[in-house]
C-alpha cells in the first residue's frame, strides 16, 4: 500500500512506498490507522459516568449509522442488535463494567435495510481510584464473511454423507456434523465440549487412541479400520489429520461393507472346501487308499470352514455296523478329547439321537441345542466328561447317501460362540457329504470290479510246470489303484519235445474286457506253441493272424522264448535260448558270474493287433547252464514317476545286486525295490533258472 507525497515543484507526483518515508509519529499514526481500515475495526469509547458512547467512523459504518443519525447512547447500540443475541451481549458488557475486567462478544448486528452481519467486539473497562469502573474502551471487528466462509463449511459437512467431528488438544469435541451424531448415537449437545475418552471409554487402549494420538503427536495423518464394541457394535474407516487446532476425524460405518467381504471369503472358502474334500477323496481312494485314512483328511479340512469341530461315520463291514471312523477340532488341546468322544458316542447315546436318525432316515438334521438334547441321554463318566469338554451348542448331522445308500454320516458342531450354520453353510457342508459318499461309493464299486478282474485273470494264470532241470517262477501284482487290473499274462509250459517255453504279455487296457481279452490270447497262443515245431516269431505271426481273423480288435505286446538244449549242448553244460519280441519291453538274462545282459538292444518288433502281414524274427543265445532268465511286463519298469528306459536300468542294477537270492525270493525282491511305493500298474513276471545238470 502507498500513500501520497508531494515534493516541493513536482505537484502530482507518483507515491512512495511506506517503508521509505521517514520514521516520524505523524507516519506511526498513518500507518496504524491503514492498518485498521484494512482489518475492518472500529473503536468505541463509552463514558460509565456520562453515559456518552463515542464511535468512529469506522464502527458508525458496521453497525449501519451516519454521524447524525448516532445519538451516542448505549440504546443505539443495542437496538440494532439481532433480538436473540440481546440478552447475552449486553449481559457480557455488563459483566465488564461490573468486574473492571475485559468484554468479548460476538453477535449479530441487523441494519435498517434488514441485512445481517456478524460483529467481534472487544473491550476494557478502566476504573477510578476507587476500584469503581468509569470508563469501557474497545473495538469491533465486521466477521461477516468469516462468519459466511465457515457457514459455508458447515453446511458443507451437514450435508455430508460421511461422519465428521474435529477435536481439540484437549480431546474435546468443537464440532460434529449430523451424520456424526447418528453413527455416534449421540447428540450435539452431549458431545460438544465433552472428552472423547470420557464419552466413548471403550477407545482407551484402542487403535482408536493408538492412531488418534500418533496423529496428534507426529503431526502424520492416518488412515485405519478399527472396531468399536456395543453399543455402537461397528466397524468404522477412519481417516484422522492433524490441524492447528486439534484433530479432524472423518469415518464411514463399514460394518455391512465388512460383513458383505467376510460372506465372500467364507463363500470362497466353502468353494475351496467342496473341490479340496474332491481332490482328496480322489487322490486317496483313486490311489488305492484306505477309507478312514481318507476321511480323516475330510474332517481335518472341513474345520473350522463349518464348525469347530467334526466327526465322521461310516458303514463297515458286510453287516453294515456303524462306526466313528474320523475326527477333528480345531483347538489342538481338544482333539484327543475329540477323538475320545468319538470312540464312545455311538455306544453310549439314544437310539433317536441324530445321528441315528440320519443314518436310519437318509435325512439331514439340525440341531439348535445339543446340549439339552444329547447331554441327558449321556451315561455319566468319560463321554459326558468329553461331551461338557467339547462343549458343542449346535450342530448338523447330515446323511453320506450314494445311489440309494447310506453309507455313514458327517456330524458338524460349533460351539457357543459361533451361531448356528446358515442356509449357504448347510448347503456347502451337504454338498461335502454327497462327495464324500459318491467318492466312497464309487470306491467300493472300483474295488468290487477289481477284485473281480483280479480273480478274473488269476483264474487263467496257471501255475508254471517244474522240470528237473530248471526252476520256473512267475508273479502277478494288480495295480494298488482301484480298478487298475489290465491283461498283464505270463505263461510256462513244456513241448512234447521236452522244450520250456515262456510267454509274458500285455494287452492294452484294463478292468474284465482286458482281462477277458488276455484269456483269448494266453489259450491261442498256448494252442499254437504247444506243437514244438514252430519258432517264437512263427508263434506270433499266427497270433496276429488270429486276431485279424476273429475280429478281437485288441493289441498287445509279447515275449515268446524258449528253452532248447541238444545232446551236445547237454554234454557242453549249455542252452539256447530263442526269443521273439513284439513290442515288449527286453528280456533280462543273468549269468553265472552275476552279469546281466539284455537281450535285444532295441525295443521289439510291432505290438500284436496292428498289421497281421508284419514281419517278425526270432534271436537266439547260447547260455551256460546257471543262467536265469527274466521277462516281464512293463508296470515293474514304468510309470508317472519313472521312465522306461530308466527303469530297466534300474531293474538290471537289482538284478545283478540280487542275483544271490533263491529265484522265488528274487522275484519278490525285484517288485519291491523298484516299486517301494506301490504298482501304479499290474505286474507279471515269469522267470527260469537252468539248474547244473
Known amino acids: 500500500m502507498t500513500v501520497p507525497e508531494q515534493r516541493p515543484g513536482s505537484p502530482g507526483a507518483a507515491p512512495r512506498p511506506l517503508s521509505v518515508l521517514p520514521d516520524d509519529p505523524e507516519v506511526s499514526r498513518l500507518r496504524f490507522e491503514l492498518a485498521i481500515d484494512a482489518a475492518g475495526i472500529g473503536s468505541f469509547d463509552w463514558d460509565l459516568v456520562t453515559g456518552k458512547l463515542s464511535w468512529d467512523d469506522a464502527l458508525l459504518t458496521i453497525f449501519g449509522y451516519d454521524a447524525d443519525g448516532f445519538d451516542e447512547t448505549i440504546d443505539a447500540f443495542a437496538v440494532r442488535l439481532h433480538p436473540d443475541d440481546r440478552e447475552r451481549t449486553l449481559g457480557a458488557l455488563q459483566d465488564a463494567i461490573d468486574t473492571c475486567g475485559?468484554?468479548?462478544?460476538?453477535?449479530?448486528?441487523?441494519l435498517p435495510s434488514g441485512e445481517t452481519r456478524w460483529v467481534q467486539g472487544r473491550g476494557r473497562a478502566l476504573a477510578d481510584d476507587r476500584g469503581t469502573a468509569v470508563r469501557l474502551l474497545g473495538a469491533g471487528i465486521d466477521t461477516t464473511r468469516l462468519r459466511e466462509g465457515d457457514a459455508r463449511v458447515s453446511r458443507v459437512l451437514e450435508t455430508m454423507r460421511s461422519a465428521f467431528f474435529a477435536l481439540d488438544r484437549e480431546w474435546r469435541f468443537t464440532y460434529v456434523n449430523a451424520e456424526a451424531e447418528r453413527v455416534l448415537r449421540r447428540g450435539r449437545d452431549e458431545l460438544l465440549g465433552g472428552d472423547v475418552w470420557a464419552l466413548f471409554p471403550a477407545a482407551v487402549g484402542s487403535d482408536f487412541e493408538v492412531n488418534y494420538r500418533a496423529v496428534m503427536e507426529r503431526g502424520e495423518e492416518r488412515v485405519f479400520e478399527a472396531y468399536?464394541?456395543?453399543?455402537?457394535?461397528?466397524?468404522?474407516?477412519?481417516?484422522?489429520?492433524?490441524?492447528?487446532?486439534?484433530?479432524?476425524?472423518?469415518?464411514?460405518d463399514v460394518t455391512e461393507r465388512r460383513a458383505a467381504e467376510q460372506r465372500a471369503r467364507d463363500s470362497a472358502a466353502r468353494l475351496a472346501l467342496v473341490a479340496e474334500v474332491s481332490a482328496l477323496m480322489s487322490a486317496s481312494l483313486g490311489s488305492g487308499g484306505a477309507e478312514e485314512p481318507a476321511l480323516q483328511r475330510v474332517a481335518e479340512a472341513v474345520?473350522?470352514?463349518?464348525?469347530?469341530?467334526?466327526?465322521?461315520?461310516?458303514?463297515?463291514?458286510?453287516?453294515?455296523?456303524?462306526?466313528?471312523?474320523?475326527?477333528?477340532?480345531?483347538?489342538?488341546?481338544?482333539?484327543?478329547?475329540?477323538?475320545?468322544?468319538?470312540?464312545?458316542?455311538?455306544?453310549s447315546i439314544a437310539p433317536d439321537a441324530p445321528v441315528l436318525q440320519a443314518l436310519g432316515s437318509g435325512r439331514l438334521l439340525t440341531v439348535a441345542d445339543v446340549p439339552g438334547v444329547i447331554r441327558p441321554t449321556l451315561p455319566e463318566g468319560e463321554v459326558r466328561d468329553a461331551f461338557d469338554a467339547l462343549a458343542p451348542r449346535t450342530a448338523v448331522t447330515l446323511p453320506l447317501l450314494a445311489r440309494g445308500r447310506t453309507l455313514g454320516a458327517l456330524s458338524v458342531y460349533r460351539g457357543a460362540d459361533r451361531p448356528a450354520a446358515n442356509a449357504e453353510e448347510v448347503s456347502a457342508a451337504r454338498e461335502v457329504a454327497d462327495r464324500v459318499a459318491l467318492a466312497l461309493d464309487n470306491a467300493r464299486l472300483f474295488d468290487q470290479q477289481r477284485?473281480?478282474?483280479?480273480?478274473?485273470?488269476?483264474?487263467?494264470?496257471?501255475?508254471?510246470?517244474?522240470?528237473d532241470d530248471a526252476e520256473i517262477v512267475v508273479r502277478y501284482q494288480?495295480?494298488?489303484?482301484?480298478?487298475?487290473?489290465?491283461?498283464?499274462?505270463?505263461?510256462?509250459?513244456?513241448?512234447?519235445?521236452?522244450a520250456t517255453v515262456l510267454v509274458i504279455g500285455d494287452v492294452v487296457g484294463h478292468d474284465t474286457e482286458a482281462a477277458a481279452t488276455m484269456g483269448q490270447l494266453r489259450g491261442m497262443l498256448r494252442g499254437i506253441a504247444y506243437r514244438g515245431d514252430v519258432p517264437p516269431d512263427a508263434v506270433l505271426v499266427e497270433l496276429d493272424g488270429a486276431i485279424d481273423a476273429l475280429r478281437m480288435g485288441s493289441m498287445a505286446t509279447a515275449v515268446v522264448a524258449r528253452v532248447e538244449q541238444t545232446p551236445a549242448q547237454r554234454a557242453a553244460g549249455t542252452t539256447t535260448l530263442r526269443w521273439s519280441n513284439a513290442g515288449h519291453p527286453p528280456p533280462l538274462l543273468l549269468l553265472p558270474g552275476g552279469e546281466v545282459r539284455e537281450l535285444g538292444t532295441e525295443r521289439g518288433q510291432l505290438m500284436l493287433g496292428v498289421d497281421p502281414a508284419a514281419r517278425r524274427t526270432s534271436a537266439a543265445v547260447e547260455v551256460p547252464r546257471g543262467s536265469t532268465l527274466l521277462l516281464y511286463t512293463d508296470g515293474l519298469v514304468e510309470g508317472r514317476d519313472l521312465l522306461l528306459d530308466d527303469g530297466i536300468g534300474l531293474l538290471r542294477t537289482a538284478l545283478a545286486r540280487l542275483a544271490d537270492l533263491p529265484l522265488d525270493r528274487l522275484c519278490d525282491a525285484l517288485v519291491s525295490r523298484l516299486r517301494p511305493e506301490g504298482l501304479q500298474d499290474d505286474v507279471a513276471l515269469v522267470a527260469v533258472r537252468l539248474h547244473p545238470q
Do not use: N
Not at 475485559?102 to 441487523?110: G, K
Not at 455402537?232 to 486439534?246: C, F, Q, S, T
Not at 477284485?451 to 522240470?467: D, I, K, V, Y
Open 451 to 467: 477284485r473281480l478282474a483280479e480273480a478274473l485273470q488269476r483264474s487263467m494264470l496257471t501255475a508254471p510246470p517244474q522240470p
Open 102 to 110: 475485559a468484554y468479548d462478544a460476538e453477535f449479530r448486528v441487523v
Open 228 to 252: 468399536y464394541p456395543p453399543p455402537l457394535d461397528a466397524w468404522y474407516e477412519v481417516r484422522a489429520w492433524p490441524g492447528p487446532d486439534g484433530l479432524s476425524v472423518y469415518f464411514l
Open 478 to 498: 494288480p495295480a494298488v489303484e482301484a480298478a487298475q487290473v489290465g491283461g498283464d499274462w505270463y505263461d510256462a509250459f513244456l513241448q512234447p519235445d521236452g
Open 303 to 347: 474345520v473350522p470352514v463349518l464348525g469347530d469341530w467334526v466327526i465322521l461315520t461310516l458303514s463297515t463291514g458286510e453287516d453294515g455296523r456303524m462306526r466313528d471312523v474320523a475326527s477333528w477340532h480345531r483347538d489342538p488341546a481338544l482333539r484327543g478329547t475329540t477323538a475320545s468322544y468319538a470312540d464312545l458316542r455311538l455306544a
